[in-house]
């Protein structure tokens, strides 16, 4: 059975890490064109929702509100965020201390952490940094399951409180993806059932440090980018950062709202609905304030077969996409990036 890191291993990324979190000033190659500064249009008027997911447990009424607010948001956005979500405060108060212990490092403690060059998890600049002449002003640091491995090296006597944290939040995080997932299908008119991988998961969880920027307008956190998951739950904190692209190609912006989650459509759901959500561009901008991000990434088993449901392919709605699984499409995306799609057309 492959694993997300086999995934990756046919193309090896090798990013160097610099210590951008004691530069005074921004090296010529942080510094992006003009049109990818963060220039953005207020849109007044224009909100992502924000869904209370504890009405939609408590009564039947409520819960089809909820798929109804799911249903709109995911068609005009691609983007919610979620309150009174069942995740306590004290635990992301907690991840939130590991990240900025973690990420507070001196740079070669951090690096003895680095992510291998064919692998996934561990310290390092985002994969996605070799498809761009400019360098992002962040930092990374990616778990798959247990953080054991990594932590060792960075706290080799005092790793257990990270661990068990960290831990913790991946078990939050996978049953409200499920839960999420659930109603995400539901609002499609399927079932998680009628799927043989309903009940099954494969996911990464990705913490991103964005250090206070001397230059915040002239660089870029995280470039816009989709995820390759069905979808992505993510904990930005305190500190406004997301913005999203519309349809009409504004971006907008995503507020950071106190102990709420953002759940980001991805490709997958984009296959899985035959085109009816899409996936969410999105990108990070940076601050004169530092920033944690933590990003759960969940997608199905990596063999499990992904195709538009037929529930969702008539005449108005032609097959847009053939059948993959998510390994054979980690494999196109980590050469093509965000021309992965159209490998996967369906050609009539």
Known sequence: MPSLSDAFKSVPVQCKEPDISSMDEVPELYLWPQENQQALEENIGVNIPVIDLQHGVTSR??????????????????????VNHGVSQQLLE????????????????????RRSPDGVTGYGMARI???????????????????????EKLWPDDYQDFCETIDEYDHAMKDLASKLMSLILESLGLRQRDYSWGGDNCAALQMNHYPSC??????????????????????????????????DGMWTVVPAIPNAFVVNAGDLLQVLSNGRYKSVVH??????????????????????????????????????????????????????????????????
């Open 61 to 82: 009424a409520s819960a089809g509100s909820v798929i109804e607010l799911l249903r709109a948001a995911y068609e005009e956005f691609g983007v919610f965020q979620i």
């Open 94 to 113: 907690r991840v939130e201390n590991q990240g900025r212990r973690l990420f507070s490092l001196p740079l070669d403690q951090k690096i003895k952490a």
């Open 129 to 151: 940094c070799t498809f761009f002449d400019r360098l992002m002003w962040s930092e990374g640091f990616t778990s798959i399951g247990s953080p054991l491995e990594h932590a």
């Open 214 to 247: 001397p230059r915040p307008a002239q660089t870029m956190g995280m470039a816009e980018h989709t995820d390759s998951t069905f979808l992505t739950v993510l904990y930005q904190g305190s500190v406004q950062g997301l913005q999203i692209k519309r349809s």
């Open 283 to 348: 990108r990070a901008v940076n601050s004169i304030k530092p920033r944690l991000s933590f990003a759960y990434l969940w997608g199905p088993p990596l063999t499990a077969v992904i195709e538009p449901a037929p529930q969702l392919v008539d005449s108005k709605h032609p097959l847009l996409y053939r059948a993959l699984n998510w390994n054979e499409y980690l494999v196109v995306r980590a050469k093509h990036f965000d021309r992965a799609l159209e490998f996967f057309r369906n050609v009539q």
